[in-house]
Every structure is written in C-alpha cells, then in structure tokens.
C-alpha cells in the first residue's frame, strides 16, 4: 500500500471536484437550452455561472497547494456526462425539463456528499482553509438542490398535462 501525504490526499479531492464541476457546468448549459419551460430553464442557466465560480475558486485553492487541475480526470467527467440521459430515452420532448431537474437533483446531492468527503478529509489533516471552502461550497450546492427540488411539483404537472392533453387537469385514470 502507497502513503501519501494528507496535502497529496486533499489535492486529489479537489481535483475530483474540480473535474465534477466543469462536466456539470457543461450539462447545465445543455439543461438550459432543452425543454420548455422558462422557469427551470432560468434556473439551470443561472446554476451554470455558480457552478464555473465553484471550480475556479477550487483550481484557485489547488494551485494554492502547488497542483494543477487534472486534464485526465476532466476528460473522464465528460465522457461519462450524458449516461443520465440514456434514461429519457422514450419520453416526450415536453418532459424534458422534468428529467432534467431529476438528474441535476441526483447530481446536487452526489455534490453535496463529495463535499462532506472533501470537508472532513480537511479538517482531519488541519487545512482549514480546505474545509472552508468545501462547506461553503456545500451549501450553495444544498441551495441549488432545493431550488431544483421545488421546481419538480410543477414541471411534472406542466408535463403531464401537455402529454396527456389534459389542460384542464382532470384525473384520466
């Protein structure tokens, strides 16, 4: 088994954390521009630019520890972008915005984990400036799940009721 030292350790981390928020910038961009609902669209735009701040602030922190993003790990992250996606496959075009707040919901709280894991990693080792960033950053991620997460009660609504034709929204079962 090879040690490393714990700055090599958060380094990496930080990496992982880098190279998760450049692939989700990338499809919250892509998650903007889909489906038809200006409301969810609005709010992915605006989640884009916070989540670009994210990853700079991280890279600033990472070369502050002497490393350099990893190109690898980016490269990575992006092939595996669109796997959520295959689980569209079959659904109208008006409930895209209903499957994308569902993936970017999943993601958000996948990024609120690796941020706990980044935090206590930091705290153990000492670099409270590691930690800071990770718990500020997690609650932005917390911030941003919520606004996903009450955004999906009235996206499925819209698209149930634009599949079915049922503007009126009277129960079809």
């Known amino acids: 088994m090879t040690t490393e030292s714990s ?10 954390a880098i190279a998760a928020e450049r692939n989700f ?5 892509a998650f903007s521009k889909e489906g038809e609902q200006a409301a969810v669209q609005r709010v992915f735009a605006e989640h884009a630019i916070e989540t670009r701040h994210q990853h700079q602030r991280l890279t600033a922190r990472l070369e502050e520890l002497g490393g350099n993003p990893s190109v690898l790990k980016s490269f990575f992250a992006h092939i595996f972008n669109f796997a959520p996606k295959t689980a569209q496959i079959g659904h109208d075009a008006s ?11 999943a993601i958000e709280n996948s990024e609120i984990a690796m941020y706990e894991e980044l935090a206590v990693v ?7 400036e590691t930690e800071k960033l ?15 997460w009450d ?12 599949v079915t034709s049922n503007p009126a929204n009277v129960p079809v079962y």
């Open 7 to 16: 700055r090599e350790v958060i380094k990496r981390y930080i990496e992982d």
């Open 25 to 29: 910038e990338t499809q919250l961009k």
């Open 95 to 105: 409930e895209k915005s209903s499957q994308d707040l569902i993936i970017a919901f």
């Open 122 to 128: 930091a705290a153990f080792a000492g670099d409270t």
């Open 134 to 148: 990770a718990r500020a950053i997690q609650e932005e991620e917390r911030a941003a799940a919520k606004k996903v």
């Open 151 to 162: 955004l999906i009660d009235s996206s499925a609504r819209q698209s149930f009721m634009k």
